[in-house]
Nanobody, 124 residues
Framework: QVQLVESGGGLVQAGDSLRLTCAAS????????VGWFRQPPGKEREFVAG????????NYAEPVKGRFTISRDKAIDTVYLQMNSLKPEDTAVYHC?????????????????WGQGTQVTVSS
């Protein structure tokens, strides 16, 4: 099993950048597909970005394409989400999640392991 801890959230203005970090412990992170999800206030979680075990295959939700980049450093069991050109609609609690299977999927229920989340707030 893997344990996940997110960090890097904060309060920024529209147009600013943040880099979120997902640090893993337990079973080697290199065996997991990792996704970033976000949950705006009062709304359900939605897929943001995913990366497979190799780090070469990535997938992004349409609203963040061209602005967000997911990457992983297998040497230190860490996955990043670089967020540029942030917009107020990006405001949410951001979670990283992991699944053993190799496919990058968009459904939260298909990810077995979750971090506690980190708050990202983007003001106008």
């Amino acid at each position: 099993q893997v344990q996940l801890v997110e960090s890097g959230g904060g309060l920024v203005q529209a147009g600013d950048s943040l880099r979120l970090t997902c640090a893993a412990s337990g079973r080697t992170f290199g065996l997991y597909t990792v996704g970033w999800f976000r949950q705006p206030p009062g709304k359900e979680r939605e897929f943001v970005a995913g990366v497979d075990w190799s780090g070469d295959n990535t997938n992004y939700a349409e609203p963040v394409k061209g602005r967000f980049t997911i990457s992983r450093d297998k040497a230190i069991d860490t996955v990043y989400l670089q967020m540029n050109s942030l917009k107020p609609e990006d405001t949410a609690v951001y979670h990283c999640a992991a699944r053993v299977q190799s496919e990058i999927l968009h459904t939260p229920e298909l990810y077995a392991y979750w971090g506690q989340g980190t708050q990202v707030t983007v003001s106008s």
